[in-house]
């Protein structure tokens, strides 16, 4: 503990960091973390990703709405920390090099033009038009004479619009007449198409960032009755922020700690991995995962909830299974019950047995097999491969040289290894973000999803401020490492369930316009 005096441990303790988990992570940095050991993509065609068809899924969906009636109490978690300052990225750097000067939209800001040329189809241009006219400023004039960067500058600053620096949730991305609906509102309807009640109930839980807590709360007080009258739902909308306990150090090149300039740690967030506190704290049957920004017009909704509602009835009969065979090796775990509840873990799940497993005593069989699958559940969808960033299904060797069906993201992967970089080659669908899950066992208790983390699957990296390199430590992915030890299935879900908007301009794309 050298490196760290005793103000720094007291600074680490306010956060809820201790001593132990303090000299951890700046041994995560010296000693790095492996890489991931992949084996096979996961694919249709290998049996790693399903199928469904159109008689699967009316089952699927059958089975779910039965599930809702029988009194099945389903969430919707969101993640909605990011702020939406990279969706403008393009924009803050145009504006910044030609603002106060005579300039044209140079050739190599093709997306500041793009933006420019269909300003007016933006769910925000009313915002936009108004803003400027409170300043007694003409947004045509300004068009006209080609100050196009006071424009932009109107639409971000935080003293006008504030669009730079609102959360990417409260950005309006969707028209609809007069009305235009920001991220959040589309989570809400969607939510009542799909995670409703027996008795017209909808709990969503969006985790933000503190700094947003409060534009979060006024927003949703000032659309909560018009979203319940409208769908006919009672809304039950929490929210949570990152606790500060999973923040991470932050080193320099040489992996000593970074200090501010009174002197103090610096601590950054420790990733969207460290949402599994949070996840962990919702008190829910089954729980569907999807990020802020996938979100469609009404119009383009109806294929999201067939297939949302299609793995999650997947995810009751699945784990209805696994529930039937926990029973079965707790009451009377005879020969033909562990037979039965193995081919059913490896087969159907994917789990791995060893291969001496059929000499072992039966009760060793029963204990192995039930350590097996006593875990939580995710059905994941699996988007076919359009080169969209982001990770993907395959199949992974674990540090006891096991087989488990993990997503994993491409900064995981030893790419310079020939091999591995042919197996991420050969990936033929992607993540997007489409999780349904269940946390809870067989006697309804929550699971501790602390006991289902592989540790050893974060990452590190590296940003430059000014001169310095300052790295950072990433924990285990919320759907990577943070569930590398549940029940995992993948399924294939068609490309309209994914409509993500990374940049401003993605929301002129057929899908964000109206219908």
Not at 45 to 68: C, F, H, P, T
Not at 384 to 399: K, L, T
Request: glycine fraction near 6%; proline fraction near 4%.
């Amino acid at each position: 503990m050298n490196h760290f005096t005793e103000g720094d441990l007291q600074q680490a303790a306010t956060l809820g960091i201790t001593p132990k988990q303090l000299q951890q992570q700046l041994n995560n940095f010296r000693q790095g973390f492996a890489k991931t050991e992949l084996t096979r993509a996961a694919t249709v065609q290998n049996g790693g990703i399903r199928r469904l068809e159109e008689a699967d899924i009316d089952r699927y969906v059958s089975a779910y709405e039965e599930s809702i009636a029988g009194g099945l109490r389903p969430l919707k978690f969101v993640p909605a920390s990011g702020a939406a300052t990279r969706m403008f990225k393009d924009l803050y750097e145009f504006s910044s090099k030609y603002f106060g000067i005579d300039y044209s939209v140079a050739s190599d800001y093709p997306s500041v033009r793009e933006f420019l040329e269909h300003i007016r189809s933006f769910a925000f241009f009313d915002d936009l038009q108004a803003c400027m006219q409170r300043s007694a400023c003409d947004f045509g004039d300004y068009m006209t004479r080609g100050d196009f960067a006071t424009v932009i500058n109107f639409l971000l600053k935080e003293q006008y619009l504030g669009y730079g620096s609102l959360p990417k949730a409260l950005i309006k991305f969707h028209r609809y007449g007069s009305l235009q609906r920001t991220p959040l509102e589309e989570h809400i309807v969607e939510g009542a198409e799909y995670a409703r009640t027996a008795t017209d109930e909808v709990y969503l839980h969006f985790t933000v960032s503190p700094e947003h807590h409060r534009l979060f709360t006024s927003k949703i007080a000032s659309i909560r009755k018009y979203y319940e009258d409208a769908l006919g739902v009672k809304l039950h909308i929490a929210l949570s922020e990152q606790k500060h306990y999973t923040d991470t150090l932050a080193v320099d090149e040489y992996n000593n700690p970074v200090r501010d300039e009174a002197g103090h740690l610096v601590f950054r967030p420790g990733g969207h991995g460290a949402l599994i506190e949070n996840l962990g704290e919702c008190n829910a049957d089954i729980i569907f995962i999807k990020n802020i920004d996938n979100v469609v017009p009404d119009w383009m909704k109806h294929t999201t909830t067939v297939y949302k509602k299609a793995l999650a009835g997947l995810l009751v009969e699945v784990q209805q299974q696994v529930f039937a065979h926990l029973r079965a090796l707790a009451s009377h775990p005879e020969a033909s019950h562990i037979a039965a509840a193995a081919t059913f873990a490896s087969d159907q799940l994917h789990l791995h047995l060893p291969a001496d497993f059929g000499a072992l005593p039966l009760a060793e069989q029963c204990k192995q097999l039930t350590a097996l699958l006593h875990r939580p559940i995710r059905v994941c969808g699996m988007v076919r491969n359009q080169g969209e960033p982001g990770g993907g299904p395959f199949f992974v060797r674990n540090s006891q040289q096991q087989e488990t069906l993990q997503i994993v993201e491409t900064a995981q992967i030893n790419t310079k290894s020939p091999a591995q970089n042919d197996i991420l080659n050969h990936a033929t669908h992607f993540n997007p973000v489409d999780l349904v899950c269940a946390t809870k066992d067989h006697r309804g208790r929550r699971f501790d999803l602390h006991q289902y983390v592989d540790y050893n699957t974060g990452f590190i990296s590296k940003k430059t401020k000014g001169a310095q390199t300052v790295k950072s430590q990433e924990l285990p992915g919320l759907w990577n490492g943070s569930m590398a030890h549940w029940i995992t299935l993948f399924v294939e879900v068609p490309l309209a369930t994914f409509n993500p908007v990374k940049t401003v301009n993605d929301l002129l794309r057929k899908e964000h316009l109206e219908g």
